[in-house]
């Protein structure tokens, strides 16, 4: 399955998968899920799906109603997807 496909699919279940987490939680929680469901993904690979999602969800509004308090670029520095 290309990168592309599998981001579509994480989103798609997003509120399944990530319900209630906040912008640096998902990103840890994507992290994990992507290297366990995903091994064969480089970490290139995942770095560009996980960076697809946020991107995805952030365009729909994912965390809009949430309130709770984390914001997208407060954590985004520094991200790094080590092996």
């Known amino acids: ?8 699919e994480i989103a798609a ?4 998968l990530f319900g209630g ?3 640096s939680e998902l990103r840890a929680a994507l992290t ?3 290297q366990r469901h995903y091994p064969a993904l480089s970490a290139d690979e995942r770095q560009s799906v996980r960076d697809d ?3 995805i ?3 729909e509004g994912f965390f809009d109603s ?3 308090g984390d914001s997208w670029d407060s954590d985004s520095a520094g991200d790094s997807d080590e092996d």
């Open 32 to 34: 994990e899920h992507l």
């Open 21 to 23: 987490l906040s912008p």
């Open 57 to 59: 969800l952030r365009d």
């Open 66 to 68: 949430r309130g709770n």
């Open 1 to 8: 399955m290309s990168p592309k496909k599998i981001s579509h």
């Open 13 to 16: 279940t997003a509120d399944d």
């Open 53 to 55: 999602v946020i991107a």
